[in-house]
């Protein structure tokens, strides 16, 4: 008898683990209008997201539909320690992140950094940029220092300098520079991978990327 109620015990313990599990993988596909992040249960956004950082074994991507706001302070004291470094966000040998693995945002990110890899279709203003981590915009990114991107279509600003691995579209700063380019650059100093130039460069044509 004992033995009889250890085991209808120990069967409705995991009914109930197996049920909570689930329930609680069904509800961080919910959508939610407003929440914050780093989360666990949060998975889909029609509304705002207030991010800080997800730490990278924990990051788990997210889906917003609207505004996604990252709050995280390195941003404000990242630029002038950058101004006299500004690198590509990428080696030649870069590996491509996934779609499934970014967090994706259709509307407007709002950021003073973002450190999470991260697709942005529509547009993207961040004090520091993205910074170690793999970026990609479509649409239009606006800096008041500089803008860093594995990809960007569409159009980059910042007064200083636009960095990228792959664009196509437009550059305009100070100093742009893609090693994968097409279309137009207007700044003080130019580079893609067919020439340099002052002013304005372009390239609209499938080209052979020049290594340093």
Aim: aromatic share 8%; net charge positive; with cysteine.
């Amino acid at each position: 008898m004992k033995t009889r109620i250890i085991l209808l015990t120990a069967v409705l313990l995991v009914n109930s683990l197996v049920y909570a599990s689930d329930n609680l993988k069904v509800d961080s596909l919910k959508p939610r209008l407003i929440a914050a992040s780093p989360s666990k249960t949060t998975r889909n956004v029609n509304g705002i997201l207030f991010k800080y950082f997800d730490e990278e074994e924990y990051f788990k991507p997210k889906k917003v539909n609207g505004l996604a706001m990252g709050f995280n302070f390195v941003g404000i004291f990242l630029p002038p320690l950058m101004l006299f470094n500004l690198q590509p966000p990428v080696n030649d040998d870069y590996v491509i992140v996934p779609r499934e693995k970014m967090n994706t945002i259709n509307g407007l990110q709002l950021s003073l950094i973002n450190l999470e890899p991260t697709v942005t279709n529509g547009l993207e203003i961040n004090v520091s940029s993205n910074v170690n981590t793999y970026a990609v915009t479509n649409g239009m990114s606006v800096s008041p220092f500089f803008n860093l991107h594995h990809e960007m279509k569409g159009v980059s600003v910042s007064p200083l300098a636009n960095i990228g691995q792959k664009c196509r579209g437009i550059q305009i700063g100070l100093y742009n520079q893609c090693k994968d380019f097409r279309g137009i650059q207007i700044g003080g100093w130019n580079e893609n991978g067919r020439r340099k130039l002052p002013l304005i460069n372009w390239n609209f044509k499938k080209q052979k990327v020049i290594k340093k």
